[in-house]
């Protein structure tokens, strides 16, 4: 049976983190050029350091983490960070190759969704890097909408990404937003 859940317990956040170092590890499968992508923004020293403060950057009132457990398993993760008043980022939503076709990507996304919704957001944006077209079809099968980069991108990440935005103010029910 699949979850979402909202970590409390140390284990809880040790598995955040394993599933976030395989993200980081997927990434860097995919092809150079994501590579390098990967290795400009996250260098290993740089990803630990945010991963040692999941517990403090993506929890109330700041922002928001989600575990996706498949028969007891953690296979799945995504957090949520402001960025600006009534702005909130998506970040390293992520799901094991076994998950993959359960439903979890999906329930992770709506969980943050509903989560930002509560929480007050007006807007929601996120990206994802171009070889990633299952995340890219999720997010846009949610009601997200492509639009131009947020903030300032090196340019090794140039033509390589795709950022997307969703309003929160609208109607839960419209397309353009996710019940919650």
């Avoid at 929890?59 to 909130?88: E, H, N, S, W």
Wanted: proline residues 6%.
């Amino acid at each position: 049976m699949l979850s979402i859940v909202e970590p409390k317990t140390p284990d809880q956040f040790d598995a955040v983190r394993r599933l976030c170092w395989d993200y980081h590890a997927y990434l860097l499968t995919l092809d150079e050029r994501s590579r390098q992508v990967v290795n400009t923004f996250y260098p290993p020293e740089k990803y630990a350091a945010v991963l040692s403060a999941i517990e403090i950057e993506h929890m109330p009132p700041k922002g928001g983490t989600r575990l996706a457990m498949l028969d007891g398993q953690a296979v799945g993760c995504g957090m949520f960070q402001t960025i600006g008043p009534g702005i909130a980022e998506i970040k390293r939503v992520f799901v094991t190759d076994d998950a993959r076709g359960t439903g979890a990507g999906c329930a992770i996304m709506q969980a943050l969704i509903a989560q930002c919704r509560k929480d007050g957001f007006e807007l929601i944006r996120m990206d994802t890097g171009k070889p990633l077209e299952a995340a890219t079809r999720l997010y846009l099968s949610l009601g997200f909408k492509l639009r131009d980069a947020y903030s300032d991108i090196p340019e090794v990440a140039q033509g390589q990404l795709l950022f997307f935005e969703m309003s929160l103010t609208g109607d839960p029910a419209e397309p353009n937003g996710i019940a919650g």
